[in-house]
């Protein structure tokens, strides 16, 4: 049985646990990542949490409604593989009808069908590192070695093990010199508190590269059930010298051989599905639903 708990009704204990055993578990879905990105979120539960998906809300104008939070890729149904492939479809619709809008995505391991709510395809990029560095590199494009190399030529210094505070402070920088994220509202609010948590609750890989005494690319690797989710930001100059690709060839170099799956988080942007692809990610699919229920109601479907 599918039961629908409110934050306070949620055993916290239990749900890590159901994370951490699941078949599919992500970082995204551990209680204290949510509490964080979504501080009053609810869940959907099977039984004595056999399987579990949260529900990430906000009220506006008085409406509830499911959002995808900031640094939160996808989430859904978390379980056995037996519990995913049968209650898939189940989680989706039990969830409350007092929800009036539903922007969700649901993670790979999740195959849903539904007649009325649509669902819109996504690619996720992610790179095995199973095997030692040169055969890895022998599946590089000829323009991401000529990028490597573009890079090694601007003498750049790789600095690797960094602190979490360090890339934080980088990233932020980065991203607000460029102005990327100037029209989503709060997002640094966000990920300062989540990479304090991070550092304190979960292994992270972080390095940069930098010319002289400017960061040109920053990366953090995010490490939890043999994935390591990943996050960069790269200044104006880092994309002119290529020094994301420098530091890219320097993570999978490093983790060469381990069996971590380097997970891309997002590529469904062509210039970053590229880029992810020259270093010889494959894909595979995972679906989002954009559902408003007052139209059903409208339409009387």
Not at 33 to 54: F, G, R, T
Not at 62 to 78: E, N, Q, S, W
Not at 140 to 148: A, D, G, V, W, Y
Not at 233 to 244: T, Y
Request: aromatic letters at 14%.
């Amino acid at each position: 049985m599918i039961k629908y708990l409110k934050h306070s009704q949620i055993n916290k204990q239990k749900w890590d646990a159901s994370i951490e055993n699941s078949q599919n578990g992500l970082v995204y879905a551990l209680s204290w990542y949510l509490d964080c990105v979504s501080p009053n979120w609810d869940a959907l539960v099977l039984n004595d949490y056999e399987a579990v998906l949260p529900l990430t809300w906000r009220r506006k104008y008085g409406i509830k409604y499911i959002f995808v939070p900031y640094f939160t890729h996808r989430l859904g149904v978390f379980g056995s593989k037996e519990n995913i492939e049968q209650y898939s479809t189940a989680f989706l619709e039990s969830i409350p009808k007092s929800f009036k809008h539903i922007h969700y995505s649901f993670n790979t391991h999740n195959s849903l069908k539904h007649n009325k709510i649509k669902l819109i395809p996504n690619n996720l990029d992610f790179l095995v590192l199973n095997k030692g560095y040169t055969e890895l590199q022998n599946n590089f494009s000829k323009n991401h070695l000529k990028n490597i190399r573009k890079a090694e030529k601007h003498n750049l210094k790789i600095e690797e093990s960094i602190e979490v505070k360090a890339f934080c402070n980088d990233y932020i920088e980065i991203h607000t010199t460029s102005g990327k994220f100037s029209k989503y509202e709060g997002i640094f609010e966000v990920f300062k508190p989540l990479c304090d948590l991070i550092d304190k609750n979960i292994k992270t890989y972080c390095c940069r590269v930098k010319s002289d005494t400017e960061t040109n690319a920053v990366i953090m690797l995010v490490i939890f059930k043999g994935r390591a989710i990943f996050h960069s930001a790269a200044s104006l100059k880092g994309r002119e010298n290529s020094a994301q690709y420098l530091l890219i060839d320097h993570v999978i170099r490093k983790f060469s051989d381990t069996g971590i799956i380097l997970d891309f988080a997002g590529s469904n942007i062509k210039s970053i599905s590229y880029r992810n692809k020259g270093f010889g990610a494959s894909s595979e699919s995972f679906h989002s639903v954009f559902y408003f229920r007052f139209l059903d109601k409208i339409l009387n479907r």
